[in-house]
């Protein structure tokens, strides 16, 4: 179907007329309304999930990307000397930004979260970290591992790929998830209207008829149908909308929980999005109540 | 204007009408009449584009009706004037409404055709309805707002079915007088009828050709009429 703009903005100013030929009350009112309504609520949670996930998954791939660790398993004696070696190397590795051995406080706290506190580090026969802190472009993994196996052999390098993969992996699939989501629900909100709208063309067939008799056009009577569902459909999607930035604004902050579903909301630029709801909702409910509408009196008589 | 050349229309698996031909002239006044499902309203709706031939050749204002869209069809019924037995409105809309409807869907300025459209309900005796809604309307308050909305556009032919079916004697005659008068403003009449006392009472003021559907073929009907 083609959208021609001139049509479609003369639509939106309506014709006062038209909009009176068909009758004005019905069941189907209420039901569109509240559809969009329902659908625009969770239009605006799927939305939110999709876009902190989107959020997620960046934030864990640069964090990721940009940090590596060396880890140092040597005899007591050979421990410091290799780790020195290991920050020499590192010193001189292209694309390397910082790199710091990880002081006994440091390892304790990484460890407590299983041992406990007052684990005595020192006791214990714990690999020595370095925490690399990569710039730009990175280093070559492959040339370090290289240089390390010859000159600290005691040293491997973990530059977090196969941690990073699968989380950046399962976080790119709960954004598509959340847009699938967005997806379905227009699908859903489509449906919905599609049938409100052809139990609101049956229940008015004598309307129609009479219409027809007079010398109606089809798209006028399209029109008087379409107009009435789609300004439905934005009032609907418009009350449910706003109902889901409110519930959104009710999530406890990121700085309260620091979870990930404390994160749940719209941030900067993404606020405009909510708001393209509506207005989406409205050219769903235009198309497939038109859609509808042509159908049902193309198979009229 | 309305042309119909050997037409043919079944329905259901049998045939309704055949060979029928027939010329609607400017100005001509037409009874049509036959017994009780004879085809008469059939043949009507061919004569407006609400039904397809099944074999001949319908047109409309010199174009077969076969070849028509849809939006055509409806351009041509706001050059044929229809008036039904069962005459249906808009039972949301006022009168005033319900008459000035074909103005609406045609787009025409309502604030400007208002004058007309009151002369008009005053012409039809409705001026004290004209906001009452159709269901207060009595049988011949209906056929008359039916009238004046099937009239408003001026349209060259008016096509009625069974228009007085529904009401009293004197109000049939009132019906027919208004019929008769916009025949004499130049308006194309055919008017669908088993009435035949109506028949007789118009042929006293205008010259009529009457019709009768038999053995669903289309005949002049003899001289007793």
Redesign the interface.
Known sequence: MTLDIAKFTDFLAG?A??D??V??TGFTATLTLFSAAAMAFLAVFALALSLATGRLADRWGDELARTSTIRISAPDGQMAAQTKAALAVLQTTKGVASARALDEAEQRALLEPWFGPDLPVDTLPIPQLIEVVEEGNGYDAQGLRLRLSAEVPGAVLDDHTRWRRPLVRAASRLRLLGWVSMVLIGAATAAMITLAANAALAANA??I????????????IANAFVRRFTLRALTGAGLGMVAGVIGILLLPSAEVGGGFLTGLGFQGWHWIWPFCIPVLAAGVAFAATRAAALRT??DM? | MIELDNVAYSYGGGELLSEISLKLAPGSFHFLTGPSGAGKTTLLKLCYG??MPTAGEVRLFDADVRGME??DI?????RVG?V?QDC???D??SVS?NIA??L????QD?LREDANLKELIGWVGLKSRAEALPPELSGGERQRAALA?AII?SPDVILADEPTGNVDWEMSQRLLRLLIELNRMGKTIMIATHDLALIRAAKAHVQARVLRISNRRLQLAGADL
């Open positions: 014709d007329q038209a009176r030929v009758p004005p004598q309307v008829s009479v219409l027809r008799l007079v010398g109606a056009r089809d798209d006028y009196l193309r008589p | 609400a039904l849809r939006d409806a351009l041509v019924r706001r229809v039904h249906q409105f808009l949301h809309l409404d409807l074909p609406m869907v045609s787009g309502l909305r556009m």
